[in-house]
């Protein structure tokens, strides 16, 4: 795995964010090898606007979802395809709306 800063700066909206963290996390091999395929993607969660981020703790996650049962939330999944060599690649988001049981 590769580690990126996945904070938000509030410009991009959720969907580019999704799209550009999952861009970011397969170009971030561009440096360990020189041709290929790099593969990037991830996940993230918008309850009423806001992105919820990466839980910190067991704790901070089970917390997270008390919040998130019973409500409806937009769950973003980007992935992004990126040819080392050529340094191209293509990038797609997936958006599905959840809720939890009660």
Do not use: N, Y
């Given at each position: 795995?590769v580690?990126?800063?996945?904070?938000?700066?509030?410009?991009?909206?959720?969907?580019e964010?999704?799209?550009?963290?999952?861009r970011?996390?397969?170009?971030a091999l561009?440096?360990k090898?020189?041709?290929?395929?790099?593969?990037?993607?991830?996940?993230i969660?918008?309850?009423?606007?806001?992105?919820l981020g990466?839980?910190?703790?067991?704790?901070?996650?089970?917390?997270?979802l008390?919040?998130l049962?019973?409500?409806w939330?937009?769950?973003?999944?980007?992935?992004?395809?990126?040819?080392?060599?050529?340094?191209?690649?293509v990038?797609?988001?997936?958006?599905?709306?959840?809720?939890?049981?009660?």
């Amino acid at each position: 795995p590769v580690h990126i800063d996945e904070s938000h700066d509030g410009r991009a909206t959720p969907v580019e964010h999704a799209g550009g963290l999952a861009r970011e996390k397969a170009r971030a091999l561009a440096p360990k090898r020189s041709s290929g395929t790099a593969i990037g993607a991830d996940t993230i969660v918008v309850l009423d606007g806001d992105i919820l981020g990466k839980p910190s703790s067991f704790d901070d996650a089970l917390g997270m979802l008390k919040r998130l049962q019973g409500r409806w939330h937009t769950v973003h999944t980007g992935i992004a395809l990126h040819d080392l060599a050529t340094r191209r690649g293509v990038e797609a988001v997936d958006s599905t709306e959840v809720r939890f049981r009660s």
